[in-house]
C-alpha cells in the first residue's frame, strides 16, 4: 500500500479531465436523495450523505443483463456474446461498499468464474472515498466489520482538511494520481490518524451497539435455528425482496429466455432474484421449499450472518444498513435480529 497527498483543487480537476475522456460513475444527488450516475464534472459529486438507495454493484451486476444472443439456421445454432465491457472509473464509493464488491469478486471467481461479471470488474477502476459521518440513520457498518475497507480498492481518499490523504493498494490506482501527488509524511499520517479516531467515535455513539461479540455471530445463528424471532418477525413480512434488491452482497438471479416470434432467434437474459420472494424457492413441481416467510427470513439472515460467514470468515452484511431502510415494516437488521437471538437466548 502506498500513500500520498493529493491537493484537492488538484483532484477535482483529474476528475473533470477523467469525465471528459472516459466514464466517470459517482454518486449524483436525485431529487432527495442520491445515486451513482455517469457525472461530467467533480461538482456533481456527494461525498457524504445521503447515502444511494442501490449500491454500485449495478454496474458490475446489473439489474437486468442480457447474456448472450442465439440464432437458428442451417441446422446448426450460432450463438454470440452481448456485453461489450468499456473502461470506467467508479468513484466515491464508501467502505461498506468497496467491503461489498470485494465479496462479490470471491463470489463470482469461484468455481465456474462469470465473465460477464469479472471483464467489467477488470475494466473498472475502483477509488474509494472514506465516511467522516454516518451516512444513515440505518448504518451499522462500525459493528459488522464494514468501516474498513481492508485494501479493497484501487485508490482510498480521506478527507484531512485541505487535501486528500490517497492510498493506492494498485498500479493501476498508482496511475490515476500520476502527477498529482506528493509523498505523505509523517505528520499527514498523524492527521490521518486523528481524522479516523474522531470519525470513529462519531459512530461508535451513533450506530446500534451489537450485543454479541463480531467474530461469534456465525455461532448464535447455529445455534438459535429455531428461535422465535423467526416467526415473530417472518409474519410480519411482505415479501416484497425489497432488502434483497437494495443489499450490496445479495447475488442472486433468474435466468431468462426471450425466443422471437420467428422462432429462429431469440435472447439469454439475466435479472437479479432475491430468496425473500414467495416464487424465488418454488421448483416446477409447485412445491415451495421455503413457503413460509419466517423461513425466508432466516434463511436470508443466515446467508449474511452464518453460511458465508463460515465459508470467507467475514460477515456478509457490511452494515450499510439500505435493507432495514427499504424494509416496509423493519423486520430485516441482521444486526437486531442478532442482538434479539442473544437477548432471548432459548
Not at 456533481?44 to 448472450?68: C, H, M, N, R
Not at 464494514?146 to 485494501?151: S, T, Y
Request: aromatic share 10%; net charge positive.
Amino acid at each position: 500500500m502506498k500513500q500520498f497527498i493529493i491537493k484537492k483543487p488538484k483532484l477535482f480537476e483529474l476528475i473533470d479531465k477523467l469525465a471528459r475522456e472516459t466514464t466517470v460513475i459517482a454518486p449524483v444527488k436525485q431529487e432527495n436523495f442520491t445515486s451513482f450516475a455517469p457525472i461530467t464534472s467533480a461538482a456533481e459529486i456527494v461525498w457524504g450523505a445521503p447515502q444511494t438507495v442501490i449500491p454500485p454493484k449495478q454496474f458490475l451486476y446489473p439489474q437486468s443483463e442480457d447474456l448472450l444472443a442465439y440464432e437458428f439456421g442451417n441446422g446448426e445454432a450460432r450463438i454470440t456474446g452481448l456485453n461489450a465491457v468499456k473502461e470506467r472509473v467508479l468513484f466515491g464509493v464508501h467502505p461498506c461498499d468497496l467491503n461489498a464488491i470485494g465479496q462479490m469478486d470471491r463470489i463470482w471467481a469461484e468455481k465456474n468464474p462469470d465473465a460477464n461479471y469479472l471483464e467489467k470488474r477488470k475494466a473498472i477502476t475502483l477509488v474509494g472515498v472514506d465516511c467522516l459521518a454516518p451516512c444513515s440513520s440505518d448504518a451499522i457498518c462500525l459493528r459488522l466489520n464494514g468501516l474498513d475497507p481492508k485494501g479493497r480498492f484501487d485508490l482510498f481518499l480521506t478527507d484531512i482538511g485541505s487535501a486528500f490523504y490517497a492510498e493506492a493498494a494498485t498500479k493501476k490506482g498508482e496511475a490515476l494520481v500520476e502527477g498529482l501527488r506528493a509523498p505523505a509524511k509523517a505528520a499527514d499520517g498523524k492527521r490521518l490518524t486523528a481524522v479516523q479516531k474522531k470519525r470513529t467515535a462519531l459512530f461508535d455513539k451513533q450506530e446500534k451497539k451489537l450485543l454479541p461479540k463480531y467474530k461469534d455471530l456465525s455461532k448464535l445463528m447455529k445455534a438459535n435455528i429455531d428461535h422465535p424471532v423467526w416467526e415473530e418477525r417472518g409474519k410480519l413480512c411482505y415479501g416484497c425482496g425489497s432488502c434483497n434488491m437494495v443489499c450490496p452482497t445479495c447475488y442472486c438471479f433468474d435466468v431468462q429466455d426471450y425466443m422471437h416470434v420467428s422462432l429462429v432467434k431469440g435472447v439469454r437474459s439475466r435479472v437479479w432474484d432475491g430468496c425473500m420472494t414467495e416464487e424465488f424457492a418454488k421448483v416446477a413441481s409447485g412445491e415451495n421449499f421455503r413457503e413460509d416467510r419466517s423461513h425466508r427470513l432466516r434463511h436470508r439472515t443466515y446467508r449474511k450472518l452464518n453460511y458465508l460467514y463460515d465459508k470467507w470468515g467475514e460477515s456478509f452484511c457490511t452494515g450499510c444498513g439500505r435493507c432495514v431502510k427499504a424494509c416496509l415494516t423493519k423486520i430485516v437488521s441482521p444486526l437486531e435480529i442478532a442482538n434479539e437471538i442473544y437477548s432471548r437466548k432459548i
